[in-house]
Every structure is written in C-alpha cells, then in structure tokens.
C-alpha cells in the first residue's frame, strides 16, 4: 500500500507544479529575466568577450625560446644553447594596453547588442498586452450584445418587440465573433513574436502588466548628455580610439630593435687534456632598415581617424535620435490625455441614453447597434494609442540607453 500512494503523491506534485508553471503571470520584469539568464543572445555575447580576451592573452605573450645544439666532427666540438629575444622596447606594455581597450569595446559592443535586444522584446511584450487587452475589449462587447439578444428574444415572445430587432443583433454578434477570431489571432502572432526571444519550452498563453506609462516630461538636451555618457555603442567607439593609439605607439617601436641573447655550454677536445667544458655567450642585434614599422604605423593612424569620424557621425545620430523620439512621445502623450477626455465624457453617456431612447421607443434597433459600436471602437483606439505611447516611450529609452525609472 505504500508504494501506489507514493506514487499518487508524486503524480499529484506533478499535476501542481504543471498547473502552477502554466498558471504564472508572464510579466515585463519577469520576461526580461528569462531573456537575460537563458537567452542565446546573451551567452553569445560572453562568447564574443571570451575569445576577444583570448586574442588579447596571444598577442602579448613573451616570444618562446629557442635552444640549440651543434657537433663538430673535427676536434669534437659541441655546443648546447639557448636564446631569446629581450623586450626592452615596452611594445609589449603598449599592447597590453591596446588589448585590454580591445576588450572593453568589445564589452560595449555586446552590451549595445543585448540592449537593442532587449528594447525589442519589450517592444514585443507591450504589443502582445495591446493585442489581448483588445481581444477582451470585444469579449466583453460579445457579453453585452449577448444580453441584449436576450432581452428582445424576451420582448418578441411577450410581443412588444420584432423579429427584425433580433435578428440584427444576432448579426452583429456574428460579425463581432469573427472580428475577435481576428484578434485572436493576432495576439497568438505578437506572443509567437515575444517567444523568439525566449528559451525553448516555455508555454506563454497570456502577458500581464500595464499599458498606460507613467506621465513623463522629457529634456532633450539633458538625455542627449545621458546618451553620450552611457550609450554602449558611443563608448565602444571610445574604446577603439584609445586602442587605434596604442596600436600605434606600439607600432612605432619597431623602429627600435629588440637583441636577442644567446647563451650556453661549449664541450671541445683540446688533445691531451681531454675534454673541456667552457661557457659560450653571444648577442644578435636585428638592424631596423627596410621594416621600421611605418606602415603599421600608417594604418593604425588611418584606424584612429576612421574611429573618430565614426564618433562624430554616431554624435550627430544620437541627438537626431533623441530628438525625433522625444517629439513623438510628446505629441502621442497629448493626443492620448486628449481622447481620454473626450471618451471619458462623451462614452458611457452616449451608450446609456440610446440605451434610454431605444426602450422609449425614440430611436431603433441600429441606432443601439452604432452606439455600442461607437464605444467598442473608441475603446479598441485607446488601447491602440497607449500601445503607441509606450512604444514611444521604449524607443526614447532604446536611443537614451537606460531604462527611466519606474
């Protein structure tokens, strides 16, 4: 007996944390979380900075060294040596410093990349919560026509109403029916979108958060300085810079030779003495005279230039960036404060007094129709203009760099 109800424990713990896992609210933060920890985007990034690091480490290694063993026949002679090359020019410092700015813009460049990633995914999420807060919008439309239905069927049998009346708001329920499998749909789209961007497995039926986004007065030149001091992609390019200049002093110290010391044991048959053991030391001095550097020189001063015109342009993007998403958040916050007053006063009331007209008599069946419409559109274009505003809101801090403070 103690096996099967350990058995039935273990199914119904299953059972629970099955229905527990598919029962969790998809929220933003929660979403954001899963994309950083198991995203492939983001271990691709620690990738990148793993093999930028590893050609830094190659590249400033001390040269091996050599060892080197001679015979002669005649006399016996043999030589046992060993040499290396002495770096006393501080190349090698220099490209320490070159390889450690390499990895850093290497860093940023990762970091830029995981950020417009991110800025996707939330701008994926927030449609997805458009998307189903519009398919709720006309399952509660379908709820109201329903009970309209229900009232003329009432009003046909007791013989105050028509059949007509019914039958045209059994239309338009048939036309709202196929308008929300059209929502459906498209809100399984925009969480099919949100999921490419999530580990594989998990099971995303709904999203939940909020769509209306804070009030927020924006100042342009204060976001444009913001941008400049933290944008990944801006100090990548600053990382570069400094790398470009340290690739070229390093470069420049070619034209300075590095000797190579040799040194070691020399074993010679000298007759009647037998063999004698001697030490044998020598220095090999290369002559800079054709390679003196100067075209690496050249290039690293060309790369140099090519960085800095690149900041410059990104500069000019940045604050033309900012600039446009500002102005479109602005005007899409007005409009949105603007509608909802005009759809907090005029809506419910417009709904209540055809409600009111109708069952006086005053007005027919179409005019509750287009007034039930009218409330229902109002409302999807609402939903429609906070979707925009967030988005808005999004990209404003995709050019900025930074999340705003919640």
Known sequence: MYLPKRAATRALLVVALAAAASAQEWTEAIVVQKFLEQSPHAREVRARVAVAEAERRGRTLYSNPSFNYSHEGAGRTEFFQAEAALPITGRLNFLRQAGAAMVRAIEADGAFSLWQARSSLRQAFYRALAAEQSERIYAAGLKEIGNVIRVLAEREREGEGTKFDRL??????????????????????????????????????????????????????????????????????????????????????????????????????????????????????PLPLFNKGQAEVARFSAERDRA????????????????????????????????????????????????????????????????????RQAQLRLIEIQAAVKGAQIEVERVVGEEFAR
């Open 168 to 285: 045209r708001a059994e239309r338009e329920r048939a036309e709202m029916l196929a308008e929300l499998a059209l929502f459906r749909a498209a809100a399984a789209v925009e969480r099919s979108h949100l999921l490419a961007f999530l580990p594989e497995g998990i099971q995303l039926t709904a999203v939940s958060g909020q769509l209306e986004p804070p009030p927020l007065a924006l100042d342009t030149a204060e976001l444009t300085r913001r941008a400049l001091a933290i944008r990944e992609d801006y100090r990548a390019e600053l990382r570069r810079q400094e790398q470009y200049g340290l690739e070229q002093r390093a470069a420049e110290r070619l034209r300075y030779p590095e000797p190579i010391v040799n040194a070691g044991l020399k074993r010679a048959d000298v007759g009647q003495s037998g063999l004698v053991n001697g030490p044998v030391i020598g220095i090999t001095v």
């Open 308 to 375: 800095t015109a690149r900041l410059e342009g990104l500069a000019r993007q940045i604050r033309a960036a900012i600039d446009g998403a500002v102005q479109a958040f602005t005007i899409r916050q007005q409009a949105r404060d603007e509608y909802r007053s005009q759809l907090a006063e005029s809506g419910p009331e417009l709904v209540r007094i055809a409600t009111v007209a109708y069952q006086e008599g005053e007005i027919g069946i179409l005019q509750l129709l287009d007034a039930y419409r009218v409330q």
